[in-house]
């Protein structure tokens, strides 16, 4: 067992934080376990379970959920009350940036895809706002753009939790499950990553599911199917209303019921 319990990065006792997200190294036994009151990330190597050993990185407030970049050494995560995203250079066990991003970022794992302009970026959408930004993720081939934002896209509105796209699709999926405006809630954003600079085409999902109730129908994380030619959807409502999975082909964006639960 490895107390969590101490000082925050900005040197206040906390004498309860809470373990936000767990994830594997690529390069060695270790887990990256983000404390999220304190702002700090443990590098914890499992090599010898009775002599742990522990590196532990000062971050920022409050650590919530991240991701990978494309390459798997670099782990971005959302410091969501400083509107940042930490950098963690797990090859190295070392914080490689502080990134300033939108009002309460939650990326979930975040967005990987080849930006045609800044080269490989990764994205995340926002909670207190409606910006989706893109950080540049590859300090080799494109040192200029590493670890900054290059690009800023305007979203349908706050409320973000999740953003996805696939290696072998040209679009970008933003949902807003918590906006207070039914019509953004009920439908996702679709972003050509080629053409960024053009508006997103609003699919309302919630339709496409036919509830036949007042449900809340909050549309929440887009995933693919492991070949990327489809893509998923939960449709979130009361306890006591109709839900529903809807999952279409990426080549159709009118997208149809597939399978619903109540």
């Known amino acids: 067992i490895v107390s969590t319990r101490g000082m925050?990065?900005?040197?206040e006792y906390h004498p309860e934080p809470r373990v936000a997200a767990i994830v594997a190294s690529h390069y060695r036994p270790e887990f990256l376990v983000n404390a999220k009151e304190t702002g700090k990330i443990y590098m914890v190597d499992y090599t010898d379970l009775n002599n742990l050993k522990s590196t532990t990185l000062d971050a920022a407030k409050f650590l919530h959920d991240g991701g990978f970049d494309s390459t798997g050494r670099y782990f971005l995560t959302a410091a969501n009350a400083s509107n940042k995203i930490a950098?963690?250079?797990?090859?190295e066990d070392k914080l490689a940036a502080l990134v300033d991003v939108g009002k309460t970022p939650h990326p979930g794992r975040g967005a990987n895809f080849t930006h045609p302009k800044f080269g490989p970026v990764w994205a995340t959408s926002?909670?207190?706002?409606?910006?989706i930004s893109l950080i540049g993720t590859d300090p080799v081939k494109h040192k200029a753009n590493a670890w900054k934002v290059v690009q800023t896209i305007?979203?349908?509105?706050g409320g973000s939790l999740f953003?996805?796209?696939h290696p072998k699709s040209k679009n970008l999926w933003v949902d807003t499950a918590l906006n207070p405006d039914a019509k953004i809630s009920q439908s996702v954003a679709v972003y050509d990553i080629?053409?960024?600079d053009g508006k997103p085409q609003i699919v309302d999902i919630a339709a496409c599911a036919k509830l036949g109730d007042d449900g809340a129908k909050r549309v929440v994380q887009p995933e693919y199917n492991k070949a990327g030619d489809e893509v998923w959807f939960s449709v979130w409502s009361a306890k006591n209303k109709e839900s529903a999975i809807v999952g279409g082909r990426r080549q159709d964006p009118r997208l149809q019921d597939r399978?619903?639960?109540s």
Do not use: A, C
Request: glycine share 10%; net charge negative; charged share 35%.
């Open 259 to 261: 399978d619903q639960d």
């Open 163 to 165: 953003i996805k796209t």
């Open 8 to 11: 925050t990065v900005d040197n």
């Open 154 to 157: 305007k979203g349908q509105g």
């Open 87 to 91: 950098v963690v250079d797990t090859k």
């Open 194 to 196: 080629n053409k960024l």
């Open 126 to 131: 926002h909670l207190g706002d409606e910006s």
